[in-house]
């Protein structure tokens, strides 16, 4: 059987491409929402896309508790709190938040390549503070771009830097990113580093409008 990974927000552009190329890697995906009908929908387009894939939609509650060891939120800034409140009920002791948020500038009428300030430091802070203490939080997905995610034809041939204060729930993470094809995962260190990790989102985006494509990044030197 096959592990289950829920993302929530998965009916938006980052978690869609995400739930995709698990998906075809032979993750089972539990896509989340607001709206249980929209996440069933994505689903269902999801299941057209990759036709081997496993997919399902629920709400944000239902997926949080779906969900083996991994939840990744792939939501706006705007809504992350209040979402991760919303499923702090359902999460249970041995599953991490992987936290792909970024507080970018539209959060607050500004330009998307404006990284706005968090009193907390980060984004992935922010959401340590909303989930219970026993919950593992790590961030990551924050260079990847969700047009390459979801154009299953290219390789990715990238990196992702993660960020968490665990090294265990570090690996957890990366023993299911690894999944995908093309994606390598780089521990960046502790949780607190993803206040520069999250800046790199807003250089990627202003890059790829000037280039009109979409570039991520690679770390070059390792072994």
Known sequence: MSETV?????TGNLGYG???????????????SRS???????????AVAVPDGEFRGGS?????????????VA????????????VAGELRAGQVVLDATVPLGPAV???PTQLIGV????????????????????????????????????????DTLVCG??????????????????????DAGRLEMSRMVEGLTPLLIGINIRNKTHAGIRVVGLS
Request: glycine share 10%.
């Open 36 to 46: 249980s009908e929209r996440a069933e929908q994505a689903a269902e387009r999801a």
């Open 60 to 72: 944000n509650e239902a997926a949080a508790a779906a969900a083996d060891r991994v939840v990744v």
């Open 109 to 111: 009428g500004g330009r």
């Open 18 to 32: 995400l739930a995709l190329r698990l998906g075809r890697a032979g993750v089972s995906v539990v896509i989340g």
């Open 165 to 186: 204060d665990s090294a265990e729930d570090k690996r957890v993470v990366t023993e299911v990113l690894a999944n995908i094809d093309g994606l390598r995962v780089v």
């Open 6 to 10: 829920s993302i929530l927000g998965g």
């Open 119 to 158: 009193w907390s430091g980060s984004a992935a802070q922010q959401a340590r503070g909303a989930v219970p203490d026993h919950i593992g939080v790590v961030s990551g997905l924050h260079t990847l771009s969700a047009a390459t995610l979801e154009r299953l034809d290219e390789s990715l041939d990238q």
């Open 75 to 86: 939501v706006p800034f705007a809504n992350q709190v209040s979402t991760l409140k919303s």
